[in-house]
């Protein structure tokens, strides 16, 4: 099996491909624009694996799309490639439409095109899977969960580019027949994450002695999924559900976002002592306009039906994550440079 990876360079990205990777029948192309967030040394050891190829590409770009559908004949697509970062939709929204909606319209009229031209049994096994968020789904309330029927209402440009492009993909599986199949995810955490979100933007500001910010009062409260267990489920999910079927993939895990940095200063006043205690650098500022009060996933079905849940308890998938962070300094120390940690993004609304 060979599988078109986009955005295999990003966080969630490269552990899909080493997920894939495990199975010595598996080949993978990873398809990437390389954005800020994407770290191609993340895959680096993959430079001399026969069944790994690299695409530097933009899913937008129609003509380069079609080129490497045909050229690599891939037997499904996995679709990660998106801008991801609530405050920066705030901030500049295009780019999140041109990515995340126009891109994905892109890559399934092009996955498409080349699907009608397979045989009918290549057809039948083909899938296009398109990964997607719990934050199409808007904000719950004290109580509740979110099923794979329920309505979407997305609240910031960032939910309602993903929604569009779920709807674009559940579009085209009605309309066409491309066996579209569908999953959301709660937040993802573990190594390799990107430093602009919650938990490594958090430890790496507390290693630094800068202040780790809480927008508002802290209480917002989010689902946590271990990234590995997030590449699992999305594997399981492209091999064996049905083309129209949707999934959710939660952590079962709850936290409020005050909760996360106490655990996450708690971790560093033992594994580094030499700057604790780190929570009298715990900062609320001013929340973001439109923050999601809660997120919850209810992960049921995939459990029903492919026996798959999250697999990382919380508070070792952190211990895992803060102690990562401490001994890959090389990995990040240039990436946190170059953030501007003097500037909020989500402030400047268009």
Not at 16 to 36: A, E, G, M, R, S
Not at 38 to 56: D, I, K, M, Q
Not at 83 to 92: A, K, L, Q, T
Not at 145 to 164: G, I, L, R, T, V
Request: charged share 20%.
């Amino acid at each position: 099996m060979k599988v078109l990876v986009t955005g295999g360079s990003g966080f969630i990205g490269q552990a899909v491909i080493h997920q894939l990777l495990t199975d010595p029948k598996v080949h993978v192309v990873n398809l990437d624009k390389l954005t800020y967030a994407a770290v191609p040394g993340t895959l680096a050891e993959l430079s001399n694996e026969p069944r790994y190829r690299f695409e530097h590409a933009n899913i937008c770009d129609t003509k380069t799309v079609r080129r490497i559908l045909s050229e690599h004949s891939p037997h499904g697509v996995i679709h990660l490639a998106a801008e991801s970062h609530v405050d920066r939709s705030i901030d500049g929204p295009k780019t999140f439409v041109t990515t995340n909606i126009v891109g994905t319209f892109v890559l399934l009229n092009e996955t498409l095109r080349y699907w009608r031209k397979l045989s009918v049994s290549k057809q039948a096994v083909f899938r296009f899977h398109q990964v997607s968020t719990d934050e199409v789904y808007g904000s719950l309330g004290p109580d509740g969960q979110f099923q794979e029927d329920s309505c979407y209402k997305p609240n910031s440009p960032y939910a309602a580019s993903k929604a569009s492009a779920d709807h674009l993909a559940r579009a085209w599986y009605h309309t066409y027949g491309l066996p579209v199949i569908i999953s959301n995810a709660s937040n993802n955490y573990g190594p390799y994450q990107y430093p602009e979100k919650l938990i490594p933007r958090s430890i790496l500001s507390a290693l630094h002695d800068r202040p780790i910010e809480i927008y508002g009062d802290g209480h917002n409260v989010r689902d946590w999924l271990f990234v590995e267990d997030h590449a699992a489920a999305i594997k399981i999910i492209f091999e064996r559900a049905e083309p129209g079927e949707s999934y959710n993939v939660g952590g079962s895990t709850q936290h409020t976002n005050l909760e996360v940095v106490h655990k996450i200063c708690e971790s560093l006043d033992s594994l580094q002592p030499s700057g604790s205690p780190y929570d009298r650098l715990v900062t609320h500022v001013d929340d973001r306009p439109g923050h999601d009060f809660r997120y919850d996933l209810d992960s049921s079905r995939l459990k029903q039906k492919f026996g798959v849940e999250a697999a990382t308890d919380f508070s070792v998938g952190l211990q895992r994550t803060v102690t990562w962070y401490l001994d890959n300094e090389a990995w990040w120390s240039d990436i946190w440079k170059t953030i501007n940690a003097d500037r909020r993004l989500g402030r400047n609304p268009v």
